[in-house]
């Protein structure tokens, strides 16, 4: 079942079996935890092994003199490329989603302020950002027409896996398409920042 493919990735990974009963509760709370954001009844457990991509890698330049490196999570920047990985990237309903994992304890629970602070603390911001210029340059490239971003994207989720079906927030942190903006505004501000060198990204 799944309790044992769990005790069987913590055998391999090394993870000392005394934590067995806090990660399964993790796992499946995370697994179970409803993802309004999506719909009011979707849960991540629901995705099928076609809908859903993990430890995405991805390589891409911008079009730009040479930018600073930054310290990013995940992210690791030389000249004009960037390289990393997005933890999943799963679709529902058609609409593509960007997901990130978090394991940060929040002392003050995982509300949507309290995510918020810490998104901010860890300046989580480009990264995030990063991310869905990668993800929407893959989709466009590989969908050509079909995709249109409007509908068919549904922004980018980081997951506090601490506080996921703990109450208010859930440690669901939704930051959404309008939020975003497009990939040409993305690129723009990307490209302004890196080449300014004037935000630098805590691990």
């Keep these: 079942g799944t309790r044992e493919i769990i005790l069987g990735q913590m055998e391999t990974y090394l993870v000392d079996v005394r934590w067995k009963d806090s990660v399964c509760e993790i796992l499946g709370n995370t697994l179970t935890t409803p993802v309004v954001s999506v719909s009011d009844d979707f849960i991540l457990a629901h ?46 309903d058609r609409k593509f989603y960007i997901a990130d994992w978090k394991s940060n304890t929040l002392g003050r629970g995982y509300n949507l302020e309290s995510m918020k602070k810490s998104m901010d603390h860890a300046d989580y911001y480009l990264q995030y950002k990063l991310y869905a210029v990668a993800v929407l340059r893959w989709l466009k490239q590989t969908m050509g027409d079909q995709f249109d971003p409007e509908r068919d994207f549904g922004g980018v989720f980081y997951f506090y896996l601490r506080g996921m079906g703990r ?34 990204i805590a691990n």
């Design 47 to 92: 995705l099928k092994e076609e809908d859903r991509l993990h430890e995405v890698e991805f390589y891409y330049s911008f079009p730009s003199r040479a930018i600073r490196p930054n310290r990013i999570p995940d992210c690791e920047i030389s000249n004009r490329f960037i390289r990393g990985f997005v933890d999943l990237v799963f679709r529902k």
């Design 167 to 200: 109450g208010e927030g859930a440690g669901i942190y939704h930051v959404t398409p309008d939020e975003l903006g497009s990939l040409e505004q993305l690129e723009e501000e990307i490209a302004m920042i890196l080449r300014n060198g004037n935000l630098g």
